[in-house]
């Protein structure tokens, strides 16, 4: 397995993926159209997941805010991540989250958050975000599927406030 950069070459085949592995619906792959084409979007944080030429994997990673009383902090979202169902349960997800955890890293991006499932997220260092002073008011999630994980120990302490995900969600 490739795990790279996606190209302007994969975009369809993404789409497709997208669209398959979140059971025939467009949502996911529109999103990352919009994500694309907004200020938020850093490429080298759309990476793919390639065996025998052909996406199986795809992990979008991209720009945020958390802001507290005028105080504005830049933070990274996942979202979304596929798996072709062919491929599902074989690692390829997790390699795709590490990957992105070393890219972020790399670029000085520390923070990460996502809404995301419960009994997934946390094999991967995700907590409870309300529980770190981080709320979440443009979607009404429980409190368990709002994660942040932190890839810097101690970033934590220093961004408290609302994450507010940008128009490319919408």
Do not use: W
Request: proline content about 4%.
């Amino acid at each position: 397995m490739i795990i790279r950069t996606e190209s302007a070459a994969d975009f369809e085949e993404v789409y497709n993926l997208n669209f398959l592995a979140f059971g025939n619906r467009e949502d996911e792959s529109k999103l990352i159209e919009r994500i694309r084409k907004s200020e938020g979007f850093i490429p080298d944080l759309s990476i793919v997941a390639e065996i025998d030429m052909q996406i199986v994997g795809h992990l979008l990673l991209s720009k945020a805010i958390v802001e507290d009383e005028g105080n504005r902090h830049e933070v990274i979202v996942l979202a979304p991540i596929a798996v072709n169902p062919n491929y599902q349960k074989q690692g390829i997800g997790s390699q795709l989250i590490y990957e992105g955890f070393n890219r972020c890293i790399a670029l000085g991006f520390n923070i990460i958050l996502l809404i995301g499932h419960p009994s997934y997220y946390p094999k991967f260092g995700f907590k409870a975000a309300r529980n770190y002073g981080l709320e979440l008011k443009q979607f009404n999630v429980p409190d368990d599927v709002f994660m942040v994980c932190e890839l810097k120990e101690g970033e934590l302490q220093n961004i408290k406030g609302e994450l507010k995900y940008p128009e490319s969600f919408f």
